[in-house]
């Protein structure tokens, strides 16, 4: 079965820094990676996904994410956090048996 | 026009009680799920059909059932209503069953 890990339940920065939201999953196969963006009172969006190919995957709103079969991770990054970048962010997973499977999501916290 | 639409947005009830949350996607996908979403936003997998055809029934009290009439809509039955019901329910939908997931803007559950 597969499980997927967010570290931090909350990731504080400042306007302007560098946003690092980590991911860790486990899988007996080849997974498709997810993250999803929650907004207060909102759905989840997608902000990207990897399936085949390029490792580095460009989302919206100026997010990547990085897919690293050696570290089974996949990180997300913005190199630059706006106000308007607070909100929830979830890392899913479908591996084999397909069952989207998601992380506990970390709050991203953006101080002016 | 919304892809994934819920009703009701919000929904408050007394324990003991039945309710119904509806789900109708017009995204012509064949997979729509059910989520739970909890107070500490954990996101878990309740149920998953695929045209029509339920195809993941996680652990859940069988005062839960799911209903699909036809591939575009999921509809959600609750029997019996207790206090730890209380959550966001989450419909979703995808294309394929390891695919992107569009969700809905979530049902607020209250049992008092």
């Known amino acids: 079965a597969q499980s997927v890990t967010q570290l931090g339940s909350h990731v504080s920065v400042s306007e302007g820094a560098l946003v690092l939201l980590r991911c860790n999953y486990s899988?007996?196969?080849?997974?498709?990676l997810f993250w999803y963006v929650q907004y207060p009172n909102q759905g989840l969006q997608l902000l990207l996904k990897?399936?085949?190919?390029?490792?580095l995957v460009k989302g919206i709103n100026g997010f990547e994410a990085e897919f690293k079969k050696s570290e089974t991770s996949f990180h997300l990054t913005k190199p630059s956090a706006h106000m308007s970048d607070a909100a929830e962010y979830f890392c899913?997973?479908?591996?084999?048996?397909?069952?989207?499977?998601f992380g506990r999501g970390t709050s991203l916290i953006v101080h002016p | 026009d919304t892809a994934v639409s819920q009703t009701p947005k919000y929904l408050v009830t007394q324990m003991g009680n039945d309710k119904s949350i509806k789900c109708e996607q017009n995204l012509g996908h064949d997979t729509m799920y059910w989520y739970k979403q909890d107070s500490k936003k954990f996101l878990k997998i309740m149920f998953s059909?695929?045209?029509?055809?339920?195809?993941i029934n996680e652990t859940v009290p069988n005062r839960f059932s799911p209903k699909s009439p036809d591939k575009a809509h999921l509809n959600l039955h609750i029997n019996s209503l207790e206090l730890g019901d209380s959550a966001v329910y989450f419909c979703?939908?995808?294309?394929?069953?390891?695919?992107?997931?569009?969700f809905g803007e979530g049902s607020r559950l209250t049992v008092l």
């Open positions: 990897y399936t085949t190919g390029a490792t």
């Open positions: 899913a997973a479908s591996g084999g048996s397909y069952i989207p499977t």
């Open positions: 059909y695929n045209n029509k055809e339920l195809i």
């Open positions: 899988s007996s196969v080849p997974p498709y």
């Open positions: 979703a939908s995808s294309q394929a069953r390891a695919g992107e997931l569009f």
